[in-house]
């Protein structure tokens, strides 16, 4: 097949023609490589990182430190940590019947990659895979979102003043772009966005039967019962729930609240929300926005939809259109068939749903699709083992949300709708790597024995 027509070829090519240079580099060397992105990220271009983030969608300095800068430099750090063992020829045992040969598997770098990232976390959902491929020894392609252009330009500068274009080049642009990269053979493609987007990914990676982590989306429930301090869960959930504006895939879109605590749950989320945010958070340096109209008019749809079922405003509901403002709001009584219970939310906007009995929760959430985050709130131990050995979901926290996230030591993805593959620390090495099966022969002999012709001895041997 010909891709000379292919916008992207030629870089393409050149990384192709690359990567067993770049495979071959050695430990050192990809030390010497996350060093440099490193120092850009904290050093050099700090600056220009926040101003840029905050140009996107009036992320706070401090909270583009803590959810952007932070956790990537914690990934580079865990990485240069713990490559050299990663790197490692891996033993395993032969089998008795093996017998003179021994076995162990390496992890070779896949090739030539893509990463095609999200808005939400623009430079931690790019940089952070990056990391992963970048210790596993691969050529990258990166495709960030078209919609956060300001970060893009800062990503574009650090990626062009540290690396060749034939090892790691950043492309600006938008479907159209990542369709046109999509055509490519590459040899694993790491997607970060919405299912229905990781649908189209993994069909066009099929055509050449690339590998895909594709981390997704979808509705991930909160869950608080009547043992837990309810002033303290509150002030966890409202932190998960509107940091970044809501726009994180793992934030808790809907909750499940005791039927009996409704009222004080509500009272709780008001106060805690006037201490995050002032009275009017319209007015708060701690608050973002949605990240553009068109979000917006999407998260306004939702509100004008869930009025017209007659649910409940419990809290918040104003917006401004000028500046993409949703109040942190709060709704109850709302019907399944509402736009808010059906689709994923990533925006201000909060859920209530009440409970009577446990089971009622596992059975509902059982009827919708994996979710990527489930939580659960509760000083109980048999209503948490219960939570969560009857229901499935990427990853989960007890007794507080999102901050699962920040462990390197734990995988991080969904299931299935809300995703396929894992990242982070070792996970995302491995999402990077082939794991290359290597056994030798010392001796003479071996299963030889075995060869043609079965004589009627050799048969009784294999009985
Ligand atoms: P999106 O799927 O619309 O876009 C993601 C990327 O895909 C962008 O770079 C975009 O240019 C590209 N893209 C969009 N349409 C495409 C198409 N038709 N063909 C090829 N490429 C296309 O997602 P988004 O709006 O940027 O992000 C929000 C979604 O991402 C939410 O569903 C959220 O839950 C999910 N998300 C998941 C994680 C995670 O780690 N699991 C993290 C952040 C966001």
């Excluded at 917006?296 to 509901?317: C, M, P, W």
Aim: charged content about 20%.
């Amino acid at each position: 097949m010909s891709y000379m027509g292919n916008p992207f070829y030629n870089v393409f090519n050149s990384q192709k023609s690359n990567q067993f240079a770049v495979a071959k580099a050695s430990y050192k060397k990809r030390i010497n490589k996350l060093n440099a992105l490193k120092n850009a990220i904290e050093n050099t271009y700090k600056d220009a990182i926040r101003e840029a983030i905050y140009a996107d969608f009036k992320k706070p300095y401090a909270e583009t430190d803590l959810t952007e800068i932070y956790p990537v430099i914690g990934d580079i750090k865990f990485a240069k940590q713990h490559l050299k063992s990663w790197m490692k020829r891996q033993k395993v045992e032969t089998p008795l019947a093996l017998l003179g040969s021994s076995s162990w598997y390496i992890y070779e770098p896949k090739g030539v990659c893509l990463i095609i990232s999200p808005w939400n976390f623009p430079l931690n959902l790019t940089f952070g895979p990056l990391v992963s491929a970048i210790a596993a020894g691969n050529t990258v392609i990166i495709k960030p979102s078209e919609m956060t252009p300001h970060i893009s330009k800062v990503m574009k500068a650090i990626i062009s003043e540290l690396f060749s274009e034939n090892e790691v080049a950043l492309i600006e642009g938008d479907v159209k772009a990542s369709q046109a990269l999509l055509e490519l053979p590459f040899n694993h493609i790491f997607f970060t966005g919405s299912p229905q987007v990781g649908k189209i990914v993994m069909k066009a990676a099929s055509n050449h039967l690339a590998s895909v982590t594709l981390e997704l989306g979808g509705k991930s429930p909160a869950i608080i019962d009547d043992t837990i301090n309810l002033k303290r869960a509150v002030k966890r959930l409202v932190w998960g729930k509107f940091v970044n504006n809501g726009q994180t895939c793992i934030a808790p879109d809907y909750v499940f609240i005791k039927a009996s605590l409704k009222d004080v749950f509500i009272a709780e989320i008001r106060k805690q929300l006037q201490k995050f945010y002032s009275t009017n958070a319209e007015t708060s340096d701690s608050y973002s926005r949605i990240v553009n109209k068109k979000h917006f008019n999407r998260l306004v749809s939702y509100l004008q939809d869930a009025k017209s079922h007659s649910a409940t405003i419990e809290i918040g509901g104003q917006t401004n259109q000028d500046d993409c403002y949703i109040a942190p709001t709060v709704v109850s009584n709302l019907p399944e068939d509402s736009l808010l219970m059906q689709e994923e939310i990533f925006g201000p906007i909060l859920p209530i749903k009440v409970y009577e009995n446990i089971d009622e929760v596992i059975t509902y959430i059982n009827t919708k699709e994996k979710p990527l985050a489930l939580y659960i709130y509760s000083k109980h131990k048999r209503t948490i083992d219960k939570v969560i050995s009857n229901t499935r979901a990427g990853t989960s926290c007890i007794n507080n949300n999102v901050v699962q996230y920040s462990n390197h030591n734990l995988p991080f993805g969904g299931s299935n709708n809300s995703g396929i593959g894992k990242s982070h620390g070792y996970f995302g090495f491995q999402e990077f790597s082939n794991m290359r099966s290597v056994m030798k022969q010392h001796t003479k002999g071996s299963v030889e024995f075995l060869f043609p012709p079965y004589t009627t001895l050799k048969q009784k041997i294999v009985d």
